[in-house]
């Protein structure tokens, strides 16, 4: 009798087969299901971990799951964005959790396990090295030369609330990126007083031009920066700083003994490059000479 129940149990509920995979969960999402199986590296007999897959595996759910941290900006009102800590995969804990299963028995969910990454500038910083300025720089550009003039507002926004901490090194090569159609650049072909403006991304050595001679103005240590072949209109001779993503790079450090932020603002046609820090700041400001405000001719290649 108990077993023609059972048997009728069995047609009316079908056997569910149990899933004996280790399942990654993040954000309530199933993001990866693997089998121990997978990861079987026969050694001497003995079934051990492959760590080279298990190592793919672990930079898939790094991957995944990674989330950059964002630092403090100011915003184009002056008023201070709070910074967003990011996170990381916590590899140890993720190890113990993998191992247990592949040793074990049996099916097992895990949510990724993360540890915090802080920001390198949180809000209390930046309110504190707003508060004086010790660097500026103004150049002059044709607004109406709509293409270069895009070019140099995608730059300035690239450098635009770089924090650059005592002893770092600030490249504008690796700041700013490679100026490419991918990344919003667009081609410039003008030749302005002589001076052939790059291809796509024309227009960027003003903005590497302005901040030289910001920084030069506060007092930084200029560690690499070239000039033109040929004198270019918008700072006094001599005061350029070419560059080119597979060519030149405009480099300087902070010898200083605080932060400095570096803002830099687009206004009509104005390129403005401001430096600011603490109130603690030692710094010896030089003097620089202003740029000319009267806009060359541009000619344009067909």
Not at 92 to 115: A, D, L, M, N, W
Not at 286 to 293: Q, T, V, Y
Request: hydrophobic share 35%; aromatic share 10%; glycine share 6%.
């Amino acid at each position: 009798m108990v077993q023609i129940a059972l048997t009728m149990l069995m047609l009316f509920f079908p056997f569910i087969e149990i899933s004996d995979d280790f399942t990654v969960i993040h954000d309530g999402k199933t993001i990866a299901s693997v089998h121990r199986s997978e990861f079987i590296a026969d050694v001497i007999g003995k079934e051990m971990i492959d760590i080279d897959k298990y190592d793919q595996f672990l930079q898939q759910i790094d991957q995944q799951t990674y989330q950059a941290p964002v630092n403090a900006k100011l915003d184009k009102y002056g008023n201070i964005v709070s910074e967003q800590v990011g996170y990381k995969l916590n590899r140890q804990k993720f190890k113990h959790f993998f191992y247990r299963y592949y040793y074990g028995r049996g099916h097992s969910e895990i949510e990724v396990p993360q540890q915090p990454l802080p920001p390198r500038v949180d809000s209390e910083l930046l309110a504190e090295i707003r508060m004086k300025r010790i660097g500026q720089y103004v150049t002059y550009f044709n607004s109406r030369n709509k293409q270069r003039s895009h070019n140099i507002s995608l730059a300035s926004e690239a450098i635009n609330n770089q924090v650059v901490f005592p002893g770092e090194v600030f490249s504008f090569n690796k700041i700013v990126g490679k100026r490419t159609k991918e990344r919003g650049y667009l081609p410039a072909p003008v030749i302005v007083r002589g001076e052939l403006s790059e291809g796509i991304g024309g227009g960027i050595c003003q903005v590497s031009s302005t901040l030289y001679n910001a920084v030069d103005y506060a007092g930084l240590e200029i560690v690499q920066r070239y000039s033109h072949s040929r004198r270019v209109p918008y700072v006094p001779r001599g005061r350029d700083a070419t560059v080119s993503w597979y060519g030149p790079d405009f480099v300087f450090r902070n010898k200083l003994n605080q932060p400095i932020l570096i803002q830099s603002k687009i206004y009509g046609g104005q390129m403005i490059v401001l430096i600011h820090s603490s109130e603690a700041i030692e710094s010896s400001q030089r003097n620089i000479p202003s740029a000319p405000n009267k806009l060359p001719i541009e000619i344009k290649i067909e």
